[in-house]
């Protein structure tokens, strides 16, 4: 069974929304760091929003993302959401979600660090065309 599972994805016009979901597992949930990733074909992986799941809910966005997208979690049920408005064909990738536990908080440096991760899932692909 999947640690961490991703849906939502879809092809939707330029100027449209997704809603991304990420459901992880309890030992990948509690006091961890989760965020989101994407990778578009030829590019390397890079990080779109990241959220900590206790307390204050520290959260830190690619400046790709800032004023666009936001990340939640629903913490009951485990699961972390990137809300993405007013897409364009540059957002198009395969979107991933990724745990990084167990940690005291979230940091800027976790959208950059990929090797703090401790466990992904295997993606959602996002396309952005007209």
């Known amino acids: 069974q999947a640690l961490i599972q991703e849906s939502g994805g879809g092809s939707v016009q330029p100027g449209g929304s997704l809603r991304l979901s990420c459901k992880a597992s309890?030992?990948?949930?509690?006091?961890?760091?989760m965020g989101w990733f994407r990778q578009a074909p030829g590019k390397e992986r890079e990080g779109v929003a990241v959220?900590?799941?206790?307390?204050?809910?520290?959260?830190y966005y690619a400046d790709s993302a800032k004023d666009r997208f936001i990340i939640s979690q629903d913490a009951a049920k485990r699961m972390v959401f990137l809300q993405m408005n007013n897409l364009s064909p540059d957002d198009t990738a395969m979107y991933y979600c990724a745990a990084e536990y167990p940690t005291s908080t979230c940091y800027d440096l976790h959208l950059t660090r990929l090797g703090w991760w401790n466990e992904w899932g295997q993606g959602t692909q996002v396309t952005v065309s007209t």
């Open positions: 959220i900590y799941t206790r307390g204050t809910e520290d959260t």
């Open positions: 309890a030992s990948s949930y509690d006091g961890a760091c």
